[in-house]
């Protein structure tokens, strides 16, 4: 299984950005985001289930959605009014049984 993320840049505080993550396998019990800042551990963003429930951390819910492209085999993070805050690099996640893949990280810098 590979996860390829993508989307990451430099963009101003109010601004939005969407991150997508491609999936060379199927049959995931849910996908995820995480980010690790500079000098912080890494912390878990959001997550979507097989079955479409969607969850969020307390810091980025009402600015940031989750969604997926089943037929692409695809997932997205929407992420709208970034703060210098979420400055840091985003990584996908996925599990299937027993097993977590992880994927590459894209960088995000929120800053004027």
């Known amino acids: 299984v590979q996860l390829q993320a993508s989307g990451g840049g430099l963009v101003q505080p109010g601004g939005s950005l969407r991150l997508s993550c491609a999936a060379s396998g199927r049959g995931f019990k849910s996908t995820a985001w995480y980010r690790q800042a500079p000098g912080k551990q890494r912390e878990w963003v959001a997550r979507?289930?097989?079955?479409?429930?969607?969850d969020y951390t307390d810091s980025v819910k009402g600015r940031f959605t989750i969604s997926r492209d089943v037929r692409k085999n695809e997932v997205y993070l929407q992420m709208n009014s970034l703060k210098p805050e979420d400055t840091a690099n985003y990584y996908c996640?996925?599990?299937?049984?027993?097993?977590?893949?992880w994927g590459q990280g894209t960088l995000v810098t929120v800053s004027s």
């Open positions: 996640n996925a599990v299937r049984g027993s097993a977590t893949f």
């Open positions: 979507i289930t097989a079955g479409g429930d969607t």
